[in-house]
Nanobody
Framework: QVQLVESGGGLVQPGESLKLSCAAS????????MGWFRQAPGKEREFVAV????????NYADSVKGRFTISRDNAKYTVYLQMNSLKPEDTAVYYC????????????????WGQGTQVTVSS
């Protein structure tokens, strides 16, 4: 059974940083592209970042480029999202997701999803 478990969310002030983690189990991790998405209240779930299988190429939403960094540790079956210079508009539930042998930027490309972790940026 595949499980994706996010952690690291919380309440921070604008300009601060957070690092999210997503621990995967039940799959061959290196064969999956791992993505981060977010969903704010009343809005659709949107793409944030993705790291490709094995080689680890990355892609980011324009809104987070230069502030967020996605990385993966295949030995630990974990993907990370380092978020710097956080803004109130980054407030959302953040989800990690797994896509077999691909690195899509749309939700429909992902087979497995975590339950999400809340990130709130407020002064």
């Amino acid at each position: 059974q595949v499980q994706l478990v996010e952690s690291g969310g919380g309440l921070v002030q604008p300009g601060e940083s957070l690092k999210l983690s997503c621990a995967a189990s039940g799959l061959t991790f290196s064969r999956f592209g791992m993505g981060w998405f977010r969903q704010a209240p009343g809005k659709e779930r949107e793409f944030v970042a993705v790291v490709s299988p094995s080689v680890g190429g990355t892609n980011y939403a324009d809104s987070v480029k230069g502030r967020f960094t996605i990385s993966r540790d295949n030995a630990k079956y974990t993907v990370y999202l380092q978020m710097n210079s956080l803004k109130p508009e980054d407030t959302a539930v953040y989800y990690c997701a797994a896509a077999f042998f691909s690195a899509p930027v749309v939700t429909t490309g992902y087979r497995f999803w975590g339950q999400g972790t809340q990130v709130t940026v407020s002064s």
